[in-house]
């Protein structure tokens, strides 16, 4: 397949609005419904399809892949996103806030980043075992140089079930950091809360002053 941004004769810096009109063009040109070539179509919509999604974008330019995420992958992102989502909104009810007063972004990308993290270093604790156990396995040897060297063999049969835990941290961190680039391109509409500073009484009227804008105006 061709490079997509030449597919859909864009810049690489395209915006979605000009991936839009792109697509309007390219459609209104190659659509099947009008002569066109419906494999050259179907690329077209693929294209459409990667650049306009920030999180697939991002991975095609790093690494030119057009492969559709697998199931199991898909499922990760979406499970780890829903818990990111309702532990944050279950955290501020636990705290008596208002989840629609908060800036859940802010709030998200800070959890994202300490997962990140806290992967990170499970991923270096781990390498710093299998390097070990590398080292040790290879000390390991038999004099008589046909024999099995049986010493060597148990020493590296954890080393499987390590590669299988490390290939499962990556693939945490790489949803994760597909989770941040889906945060810092989104954005929450919170509402600032409003608060009471002070009250006076008029004429035994109790009048209360109020700022969004946390700013205490000096009325007791």
């Not at 000009?18 to 690329?43: N, T, V």
């Not at 959890?111 to 270093?121: C, D, F, H, S």
């Not at 509409?189 to 109790?206: M, P, R, S, W």
Request: one cysteine or more.
């Amino acid at each position: 397949m061709m490079d997509l941004y030449t597919i859909l004769e864009v810049d690489r810096e395209a915006t979605l609005e000009q991936l839009k009109a792109a697509l309007r063009k390219q459609s209104k040109e190659h659509h099947p419904d009008k002569g066109g070539d419906e494999q050259l179509y179907k690329e077209i919509l693929l294209a459409f399809e990667i650049l306009a999604d920030p999180i697939k974008r991002k991975r095609y330019d790093e690494t030119g892949s057009t492969d559709a995420r697998p199931d199991n992958s898909e499922s990760q992102f979406r499970e780890m996103l829903h818990q990111l989502v309702h532990g944050a909104i279950a955290f501020m009810l636990e705290k008596n806030m208002n989840p629609e007063q908060e800036n859940m972004i802010a709030m998200m990308v800070d959890q994202a980043k300490g997962q990140e993290r806290g992967l990170k270093e499970k991923i270096k604790a781990t390498e710093k075992k299998k390097k070990i156990l590398l080292g040790v396995a290879k000390r390991f040897k038999r004099k008589n140089k046909n024999a099995p060297n049986i010493l060597k063999q148990v020493v590296e049969q954890p080393l499987q079930e390590i590669e299988q835990t490390l290939a499962r941290f990556q693939g945490l961190l790489d949803t994760t950091k597909e989770i941040l680039v889906l945060l810092n391109d989104s954005e929450f509409d919170f509402e600032k809360a409003v608060k009471t500073y002070g009250k006076i009484n008029l004429q035994g009227i109790e009048i209360k002053f109020e700022s969004a804008w946390g700013h205490d105006w000096g009325c007791k």
